[in-house]
């Protein structure tokens, strides 16, 4: 069946965009155990893939003049599959790596897809359709394909096929766009390019589309960084901001937009309003004592509905913006050719913002709403160069760009500056405070505390929080403990672990951030008084202590979460053999696992189970004594009998695999939807 001429163009630009985002998907996935299960390892994927996105557009912008050589370039994304990981360590600028390991990856196939909106428009122009001068629905069937790769890739593609058959999937698919591109690219004299027709475009146009395009750009990874900190860097948390910033592009730039440009002019109040949604409960909120059950009420209703508000607040700012890019497309020729790069560079220009400005010149400012501080800035510029005029003759508009200024500001110096901060930083793995409060030291990350001691001296050897004597992990020290010489412990945060440290005893701290170190050492005296000879060794966990030769531990700690993330690469089958290399014959794995959104174990019961080993779990549902958090722990171990010995004598469940078990986590294959909890 050979499809219609319209129909093969949107074809083309439909499956372009498809294989494009799964590329995406999968790669930064794969990059994720090398960098530690970082949120920020997504930013950097967007940061990396928007530039080049602009590359290929200022390419395709030549490309689509020559045919024949392009159809050349068409075999290169061949030879690149299946994707190469990297297998180097994060160096001391992993957002550096990071990007580097992306570009010899997948570089060249996304690069290649990158291309498809810009050459189908221009053949597409000298073809004989009678869309052939109005071109922009290409660009809305590009974005419904990235968006169906969206939804497909984390509840289809990733459940159900492993990485090798992904590649299989994307090859077949890659060849089957090869021979929409043949079958759409112009021929004979069709393919000489005609003169360019029609003025070029202003100045002012140009700063328009850039800005445009930058603010929901912004906005897309400001939300997704907040999302993933605080439930888990996975592709289900991904796609979900960036399929409703894709679905704002498809209803305003189909042939007929979703709604008027009229109602897009009046609602600048309404943005106003919704950028201080955004960020005065998540800036004013945390500024609050949490000393206070109705603070402690509010705190846990917006935690629990960030999901959902973030996307509603997303589309409502993305709407906005983009139908006004729509309507400022141009209808030359001779400017067309430029519009698509101007709203690459906007992405971009968000993407840098986000990505690396905000970390850099924001390190210590410990405000999540800092991101959305950069967001507003860059919005209210857009709005400055599209309403100019109407900016200085109505006042009405002057003011309500005036309160949205003066709610960042107050919002962001709020939750930067909140009483008891004595230390904040921010860096490529999120955001970091130390809090005194109410005679207790506590440490955050994002908005999870991580860490907590009391800052009377007298009282500084008791491990709190999630590690009290009274923890699960304190049963299993009690019963288990007595004869342990060597424990290590994968992840630092406040250093509580060294509480239960002794003399004679060697503990080792795997700490991915070197930031984590430092706040232990200098805020938090657990290390320093631990009687246990401590060492701290800074790199990412798993990968550490597969470097670690000859290390025999009686018991190895997993305590790893970065916020309420959930590192996957430090979970897997793999990594759990690779655990078993550097334990004891009858040594035991220890592994927190609180977690607000997931239950990890069915998870790890499964892993447990097809490894051979033996598991049981607890969770801890009272908050005494003062300073004790609920927590919930795994262990595992070759040794029958020390799991038998927390069944019988502390209480502990025997953790088994079922008939309708969870599957359990592989590095190759691991999906999030199991384990959901909510």
């Not at 993933?228 to 796609?239: E, G, I, K, Q, Y």
């Not at 993305?318 to 906007?346: K, N, Q, T």
């Not at 992840?491 to 002794?502: F, P, T, W």
Request: with cysteine; net charge positive; charged share 15%.
């Amino acid at each position: 069946m050979v499809l219609p001429q319209r129909l093969r163009f949107q074809a083309l630009a439909f499956i372009g965009s498809f294989l494009a985002f799964c590329l995406e998907l999968a790669a930064a996935k794969l990059l994720l155990p090398r960098f530690g299960g970082s949120a920020y390892v997504w930013t950097g994927a967007m940061m990396f893939f928007q530039g080049l996105l602009l590359i290929s557009y200022l390419y395709g912008r030549r490309a689509s003049r020559h045919p024949r050589a392009h159809a050349a370039v068409l075999a290169i994304p061949f030879f690149f599959l299946p994707l190469a990981l990297p297998a180097a360590l994060p160096t001391a600028s992993p957002f550096g790596e990071l990007l580097w390991a992306l570009l010899r990856s997948v570089g060249a196939p996304f690069f290649v897809l990158s291309t498809t909106v810009v050459t189908a428009q221009s053949w597409l122009m000298r073809s004989d359709l009678p869309e052939r001068d109005d071109g922009y629905f290409l660009y809305a069937a590009s974005n419904a394909g990235a968006a169906c790769a969206l939804f497909a890739y984390p509840f289809a593609i990733e459940p159900l096929l492993a990485v090798s058959s992904q590649g299989w999937l994307w090859r077949v698919l890659y060849a089957a766009y090869a021979a929409l591109c043949f079958a759409c690219a112009p021929r004979g004299a069709a393919a000489a390019p005609p003169a360019a027709a029609g003025r070029a475009p202003s100045t002012r146009e140009r700063a328009l589309w850039l800005l445009l395009s930058a603010a929901p750009c912004a906005a897309l990874l400001a939300a997704t960084n907040l999302l993933s900190l605080d439930f888990a860097a996975v592709p289900l948390l991904w796609t979900a901001p960036l399929a409703t910033y894709l679905l704002t592009f498809v209803l305003n730039f189909k042939r007929e937009p979703w709604y008027p440009e009229r109602l897009n002019r009046a609602m600048l109040p309404a943005f106003a309003f919704w950028i201080g949604l955004c960020l005065i409960p998540f800036g004013f909120a945390y500024w609050f004592a949490q000393d206070s059950t109705p603070a402690q009420i509010l705190g846990r209703a917006l935690d629990l509905g960030k999901f959902g508000y973030m996307l509603f607040a997303l589309f409502a700012l993305s709407m906005i913006f983009h139908r006004s890019l729509a309507a400022a497309r141009p209808a030359s020729e001779r400017a067309m050719s430029e519009y698509y790069s101007w709203i690459a560079g906007g992405g971009l220009l968000g993407s840098v913002l986000v990505g690396l400005a905000v970390p850099y010149f924001g390190r210590g400012i410990g405000a999540v709403a800092l991101d959305w501080a950069a967001v507003a800035a860059v919005a209210v510029a857009a709005i400055l160069v599209r309403d100019w005029e109407q900016v200085l003759a109505n006042r009405k508009t002057a003011a309500a760009l005036g309160a949205l200024a003066l709610a960042v500001a107050g919002a962001v110096g709020a939750a930067g500056s909140r009483a008891g901060t004595v230390y904040s930083v921010r860096n490529f793995y999120g955001v970091y405070s130390v809090r005194d409060e109410r005679g207790l030291r506590s440490m955050f990350h994002g908005n999870t505390e991580h860490g907590l001691q009391f800052l009377d001296p007298a009282r500084q050897d008791e491990p709190l929080s999630y590690y009290g004597f009274s923890s699960p992990l304190g049963e299993a020290w009690e019963a288990l403990g007595g004869g342990w010489r060597s424990v290590g412990v994968v992840g630092l945060g406040a250093g509580s672990i060294a509480a239960y440290g002794r003399r004679g005893m060697a503990m080792d701290f795997y700490e991915l951030d070197p930031d984590v170190a430092s706040i232990a050492k200098r805020s938090f005296t657990y290390l320093s008084r631990t009687a246990a000879a401590i060492r701290v060794v800074t790199g990412d966990g798993r990968l550490s202590l597969e470097r670690a030769d000859g290390a025999a531990y009686d018991a190895l700690v997993l305590d790893a979460f970065s916020s309420g993330a959930v590192p996957i690469h430090l979970l897997t089958k793999e990594a759990f053999a690779s655990y078993l290399s550097r334990l004891k014959p009858d040594g035991v794995i220890l592994l927190h696992v609180s977690n607000r959104y997931l239950d990890l174990r069915p998870v790890l019961g499964a892993a447990a189970s097809d490894l051979g080993l033996a598991a049981a779990s607890k969770r801890q549902l009272n908050a005494e004594p003062e300073g004790t958090v609920p927590s919930v722990w795994v262990a595992i171990s070759r040794d029958a009998a020390a799991m038998e010995k927390l069944i019988e004598k502390k209480g502990w469940r025997a953790l088994r695999a079922g008939p309708a078990r969870a599957a359990a986590w592989t590095d190759r294959h691991a999906s999030l939807l199991p384990a959901l909890a909510l």
